[in-house]
């Protein structure tokens, strides 16, 4: 469980699933794409989303392993943010 304010009331609880169950933003195509060279022999691939001129969000996931989905960006709000995505060394489509 988790607890939000009421205006002006006792906080009470609120059901984890009620959370959870949130819509995400839409999602689309990113504004740029690209490979970041970190070594002689890795990349790190990334996509920038949202808003250009937005304040930066990085997301960062779970791994070991893993590689970010185009719907990760749906987590934060496209008209104020720019966020940006990358796969971890060795994942997706990094190096």
């Known amino acids: 469980l988790a607890v939000r304010a009421t205006r002006g009331r006792r906080l009470r609880p609120t059901p984890l699933r009620a959370l959870v169950m949130r819509q ?11 490979n970041l060279a970190v070594s002689s022999v890795h990349t ?7 808003k250009a001129d937005g304040v930066p969000a990085l997301f960062l996931h779970g791994g070991p392993g893993a590689g970010c989905a ?13 966020v940006v995505l990358f796969d971890q060394r060795g994942c997706g489509k990094s190096t």
Do not use: K, M
């Open 44 to 50: 790190l691939y990334y996509e920038l989303h949202g």
């Open 70 to 82: 185009r719907r990760h960006a749906g987590f934060f709000d496209p008209t104020h943010y720019r």
């Open 24 to 34: 995400l933003y839409p999602v689309g195509a990113p504004l740029t794409t690209g």
